[in-house]
Each structure stands twice: as structure tokens, then as C-alpha cells.
């Protein structure tokens, strides 16, 4: 008899505001366009509430095609104390039309662009330690100086 792999479900799990700063454009590197865009803050909220800490950033590789490679590095402190680290990568892609006006700093409708990303969770706390030990995708949206997501766990 053969078993049929589970079909994976998504579970929201927390969602996420990190407030960014100016990005800083470095040209194009050995390894395509690069942009760092400090992290200065921001909030976790839902099935952990922690402040994201000032200090990460996004570590971006604009594609000759417009879109955005996302390396996002930042860590977050619980109420209690707790750390955690998180990485996120991910793509954000569209019309070159909306994707200029994102790079304007205009509002635009997140169903008019994609912005999608994996998300992994490192900690020491024994009560946070299932976050590392789970799959997390999340649905994006850029705003003038902030990310927002929800985090799902693929179930």
C-alpha cells in the first residue's frame, strides 16, 4: 500500500511591521545591483509579540528585469527577554510601472505586485524553540517606509 504525502495547509501565525529606513544604493557589484535598507524597528505580533530591535537590514539584489531579490536580517526581543533571529528571502516582482512607483515610496495595491517570502526563525528560548522547527512562508505588502506580513506555517 502506498500513503499519500499530507497536502500542506497554511496556518497564520504572527504578523510583522518592520519600519525601514533610506536604502543605500551600492551600484551594481560582482553579483548584480545591491541595495542595503536598514531596519529600524518594528513589531511582532500574534502567536509571539516581541519588538523587532534597530540594527538588521535588507541585503537587496535588483534584477536587470526590475524585480527584488530580498535578504532581510534582523532580531526581535520578547517582553520576557527572549531573542529571536529572522531571515527572510524572498522576491517582490511586478509591471515596471508599479514597481517604480513602489521604488517612489507611493501607496500601490498589493494585488497589483508580488511579494513573497520564506521566513526562519533561530532562538534560545525553550517556548519559542517550535518557531525553528517549522515552515513559514509569508504574504508582503511594501508601504512608504514599512513592511508588513503575516507569517503562515505550512501545516
Not at 536580517?73 to 514597481?99: D, W
Not at 533561530?122 to 514599512?146: F, I, K, W
Amino acid at each position: 500500500m502506498t500513503m499519500a504525502p499530507a497536502v500542506p495547509q497554511l496556518a497564520p501565525l504572527f504578523d510583522v511591521v518592520v519600519e525601514l529606513g533610506s536604502p543605500h544604493d551600492l551600484g551594481v557589484t560582482r553579483v548584480g545591483h545591491r541595495r542595503i535598507v536598514p531596519i529600524l524597528g518594528g513589531t511582532i505580533t500574534g502567536a509571539v509579540d516581541a519588538q523587532i530591535l534597530p540594527g538588521g537590514a535588507d541585503w537587496q539584489r535588483l534584477r536587470a528585469d526590475g524585480a527584488i531579490e530580498i535578504d532581510g536580517r534582523y532580531s526581535a526581543r520578547t517582553a520576557q527577554g527572549e531573542h529571536l533571529y529572522l531571515q527572510v528571502n524572498g522576491v517582490r516582482s511586478g509591471a515596471p510601472s508599479v514597481l517604480a512607483a513602489l521604488g517612489r515610496g507611493e501607496e500601490v495595491s498589493p494585488m497589483e505586485y508580488y511579494f513573497r517570502t520564506s521566513v526562519t526563525v533561530e532562538t534560545s528560548s525553550p517556548g519559542l524553540t517550535y518557531l525553528q522547527d517549522t515552515l513559514l512562508v509569508a504574504s508582503c505588502v511594501r508601504e512608504h517606509s514599512s513592511v508588513r506580513y503575516t507569517a503562515y506555517r505550512v501545516a
